[in-house]
């Protein structure tokens, strides 16, 4: 199984909670600020992703949203 995110911006508010805790290490802190000023997080789509969800339940923001992709049989 393979996945990806996307995060809201402007939920986000740069904790680093989510790249701590992705065993993936596919998210990182942007240079990017968002509307209350905070740096914030995104997706490192060439990092491996396993959509296993870990960085969104750690979001106290609730700012990540996991999406995963089947694999097809392509016999
Ligand atoms: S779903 Fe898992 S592997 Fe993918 S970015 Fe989140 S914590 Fe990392
Ligand atoms: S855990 Fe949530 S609020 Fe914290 S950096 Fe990651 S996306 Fe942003």
Redo the contacts with the bound molecule.
């Keep these: 199984m393979k996945?990806?995110?996307r995060i809201d911006p402007e939920r986000c508010k740069g904790c680093s909670l989510?790249m701590e805790?992705?065993?993936?290490?596919?998210?990182s802190l942007t240079n990017r600020l968002n509307l209350k000023g905070y740096f914030v997080a995104d997706?490192e789509d060439k990092?491996?992703?396993?959509?296993?969800?870990?960085?969104?339940v750690?979001c106290p923001e609730v700012a990540?949203e996991?999406y995963q992709i089947e694999k097809t049989d392509e016999r």
Excluded at 21 to 27: K, L, Q, R, V
Excluded at 47 to 56: L, R, W
């Design positions: 996945g990806f995110i989510c805790y992705c065993p993936g290490h596919a998210i997706f990092k491996e992703c396993t959509g296993c969800a870990v960085c969104a750690m990540i996991v």
